[in-house]
T-cell receptor, first 112, second 116 residues
Framework: KNQVEQSPQSLIILEGKNCTLQ??????????LRWYKQDTGRGPVSLTI?????NTKSNGRYTATLDADTKQSSLHITASQLSDSASYIC???????????FGTGTSLTVIP | GAGVSQTPSNKVTEKGKYVELRCDPI?????LYWYRQSLGQGPEFLIY????????DSGLPNDRFFAVRPEGSVSTLKIQRTERGDSAVYLC??????????????FGEGSRLTVL
């Protein structure tokens, strides 16, 4: 069964600190994995995409990693800001069909 | 338009009523998706359009839910005989390629449905 699991479910950190969010998936055959950021009351916005051959990709203070062998991805946020408070959703796409498989998200709260 | 537009942004209705939610995708995007999101959960797939046709409607929970995209652009999600359990945020997303390996989903702001 194609599933995407994220941890932790929620996280509270101090402004300026780093954090890492995890995504494990069983989607197969794998095509790509995206991390989306969803601010409260808004639609999700793509942060980064990881394909099978990519191990690490950075987008500003966000760095995503992918281990296709263990089917794990992480999103590392450096020097967190208050505006990073949001839900971060991992989305995995298989090579077949037209489905996108969504994780339940990690709710991040950055406090001053 | 510049982004995916959804209307209404908020809808409060009574149990048993009929509701229509509209999605105007990014111009030129051939693929359109409807998702439902409950509080604290990730988006749940409802239906996918490629052009005018529903390529995959396996996520529609029951026959009270129906969606159309008659001209391959704007889509309407229709919910008949609404129930309290239908309360959620309904997200629409569009994509240019509609394929998993290249298609980024661009989401609208969502329509928050509350059934009293």
């Amino acid at each position: 069964k194609n599933q995407v699991e994220q941890s932790p479910q929620s996280l509270i950190i101090l402004e300026g600190k780093n954090c890492t969010l995890q995504c494990n998936y069983t989607v197969s055959p794998f095509s790509n994995l995206r991390w989306y950021k969803q601010d409260t009351g808004r639609g999700p916005v793509s942060l980064t995409i990881m394909t099978f051959s990519e191990n690490t990709k950075s987008n500003g203070r966000y760095t995503a990693t992918l281990d296709a062998d263990t089917k794990q991805s992480s999103l590392h946020i450096t020097a967190s800001q208050l505006s990073d408070s949001a839900s971060y959703i991992c989305v995995v796409s298989p090579n077949t069909g037209n489905q996108f498989y969504f994780g339940t998200g990690t709710s991040l709260t950055v406090i001053p | 338009g510049a982004g995916v537009s959804q209307t209404p942004s908020n809808k409060v209705t009574e149990k048993g009523k009929y509701v229509e939610l509209r999605c105007d995708p990014i111009s030129g995007h051939t693929a359109l998706y409807w998702y439902r999101q409950s509080l604290g959960q990730g988006p749940e797939f409802l239906i996918y359009f490629q052009g005018t046709g529903a390529a995959d409607d396996s996520g529609l929970p029951n026959d009270r839910f129906f969606a159309v995209r008659p001209e391959g652009s704007v889509s309407t999600l229709k919910i008949q005989r609404t129930e309290r359990g239908d309360s959620a945020v309904y997200l629409c997303a569009s994509s240019f390629w509609g394929s998993r390996d290249t298609g980024e989903l661009f989401f609208g702001e969502g329509s928050r449905l509350t059934v009293l």
